[in-house]
């Protein structure tokens, strides 16, 4: 029973840690790659006029479907917009960062 008790104390912890973790993730990865151009947190201004902030993305996206795009590689019509491409576990990190800051009411 003790055992029990131990195995799930360590659990709860380790959870919202690893949730914490991909969060942080996620957020670098955006630092690295989009803070450029576009507003990363929930407050800030884009550094490019044409950059929506992140902040706004579920307004113009369901994030999920953002995670294809993400993979196989975002272009866009701008020139300034350098090509974007990361890898699932990347994704995975980004989309729970962007999550996290978003300003709709879903």
Do not use: W
């Amino acid at each position: 029973m003790k055992r029990l008790a131990i195995v799930l104390l360590a659990t709860a912890f380790t959870v919202p840690a690893q949730a914490e973790d991909l969060v942080r993730r996620g957020r670098q990865i955006a630092e690295m790659n989009c803070l450029p151009c576009h507003a990363i947190g929930a407050g800030d201004e884009s550094k490019h006029p044409q950059a929506p902030p992140m902040r706004d993305l579920s307004k113009r996206y369901p994030l999920d479907a953002l995670e294809e795009a993400f993979v196989e590689g975002i272009y866009s019509g701008h020139p300034d917009m350098p090509e974007f491409k990361a890898t699932s576990d990347q994704v995975t990190a980004l989309l729970a960062y962007l999550d996290t800051i978003q300003s709709d009411s879903r």
